[in-house]
């Protein structure tokens, strides 16, 4: 059982998100994307980070985002992608309809970013 609220769940309550490229969960595992040309998908999932410590050090390391785009998807949840507030970073993410993050929900809950 957990306790209290992820980074990632008190930033999305201002729909922000680490300007930091990487694979960001509600439940606060975090894990770090490098771009690679040569991976058939142009991207590769590296290793896990923690956001607190990341924060710790650069504080202002936030992007509050907009999204532009929205695709509903069979489970009733949203895909949906938009940019940051500095122009040259972008996000996507599976949230729910209200364009939340639910990790109580089982259907949406851990292990779904």
Not at 29 to 57: H, I, K, M
Request: charged letters at 25%; glycine letters at 16%; proline letters at 8%.
């Amino acid at each position: 059982m957990r306790h209290g609220r992820s980074t990632i769940e008190r930033l999305w309550q201002e729909y922000g998100l680490p300007a930091a490229d990487g694979l960001y969960f509600p439940d606060g595992r975090a894990f770090e994307v490098l771009v690679t040309p040569e991976e058939p998908t142009g991207l590769r999932v590296g290793g896990a980070f923690d956001v607190d410590q990341l924060l710790s050090g650069e504080p202002d390391l936030i992007s509050h985002v907009d999204g532009l785009t929205a695709h509903e998807l069979p489970t009733g949840d949203v895909l949906w992608a938009g940019e940051g507030c500095y122009g040259s970073d972008g996000f996507f993410g599976r949230v729910t309809p209200g364009r939340a993050i639910d990790i109580d929900d089982p259907v949406r809950g851990e292990g779904r970013p």
